[in-house]
T-cell receptor
C-alpha cells in the first residue's frame, strides 16, 4: 500500500472488554511506533519496534496494554479490560530505518469505551 | 521536565495572509525538532525536521526556524490557503550519546483556521 493503514477506523466498546487495534506499516519500513492522542492532549508515546530488537515498551500506561509485531510487519495493539479513560485516538507510524527519519502516520483508530 | 509549549493555541487568519506559529521547548539533550500538520480526523504529516545545527528549513510555503540557544522554533506559513486549516504540532526528539532516540516530546499543537 501507499501509506500506513490502521483498522478499525472507529471502535466502540463496553468497559471491561478487550480490543485489538491493527497497524499495517509502509512496506519495507523497519521502525514502527504506537501513540495515543487524547482530546486536547499532545501525542503520547506507547511503544516502539525496530527490526528484530526488543521493543521499547516504556510508554505503555499499564499492564492492560500490550503490542506485538509479527514478521517485522503488521502490528497489533491490545487493550485488555478497557476503561473509559482508554478512550482516545490510537495512532501508528512507521519510518524506513531510524528514529531520525521522517515518520509516516496512519489515520488512527478512534476508540470509545462506554 | 522535558516539555514542548506552543503558541498561540488557536489562530484565525484570512486566506492569502501569512502567519507564524511558535514553539518553545525545554527538552534536553536535544536531537532534532519536527513540525507536523494534522488535518481533522487524520494522522500527522511531517513538514520539516531540523537538527541543532540547522536554523532554517523550508517545505513549499512552510518555513521552519530553529534557535537551539534559546530553545525556540517557529513555523511561518506564507500566502495561506484554505487547505492550511489544520493543527500544527511541534515535536522535539531526545538525544542519547549524540544520536536520535525514539523519545519524542509532542506539543499540544496550534489550531489554525484559514477563512475565505
Amino acid at each position: 500500500g501507499a501509506g500506513v493503514s490502521q483498522s478499525p477506523s472507529n471502535k466502540v466498546t463496553e468497559k471491561g472488554k478487550d480490543v485489538e487495534l491493527r497497524c499495517d506499516p509502509i512496506s519495507g519500513h523497519t521502525a514502527l511506533y504506537w501513540y495515543r492522542q487524547s482530546l486536547g492532549q499532545g501525542l503520547e508515546f506507547l511503544i516502539y519496534f525496530q527490526g528484530n530488537s526488543a521493543p521499547d515498551k516504556s510508554g505503555l500506561p499499564s499492564d492492560r496494554f500490550s503490542a506485538e509485531r509479527t514478521g517485522g510487519s503488521v502490528s497489533t495493539l491490545t487493550i485488555q479490560r478497557t476503561q473509559q479513560e482508554d478512550s482516545a485516538v490510537y495512532l501508528c507510524a512507521s519510518s524506513l530505518v531510524s528514529v531520525a527519519e521522517t515518520q509516516y502516520f496512519g489515520p488512527g483508530t478512534r476508540l470509545l469505551v462506554l | 521536565k522535558n516539555q514542548v509549549e506552543q503558541s498561540p493555541q488557536s489562530l484565525i487568519i484570512l486566506e492569502g495572509k501569512n502567519c507564524t506559529l511558535q514553539c518553545n521547548y525545554t527538552v534536553s539533550p536535544f536531537s532534532n525538532l519536527r513540525w507536523y500538520k494534522q488535518d481533522t480526523g487524520r494522522g500527522p504529516v511531517s513538514l520539516t525536521i531540523m537538527t541543532f545545527s540547522e536554523n532554517t528549513k523550508s517545505n513549499g510555503r512552510y518555513t521552519a526556524t530553529l534557535d537551539a540557544d534559546t530553545k525556540q522554533s517557529s513555523l511561518h506559513i506564507t500566502a495561506s490557503q484554505l487547505s492550511d486549516s489544520a493543527s500544527y504540532i511541534c515535536v522535539v526528539s531526545l538525544s542519547y550519546h549524540g544520536g536520535a532516540t525514539n523519545k519524542l516530546i509532542f506539543g499540544t499543537g496550534t489550531l489554525l483556521a484559514v477563512q475565505p
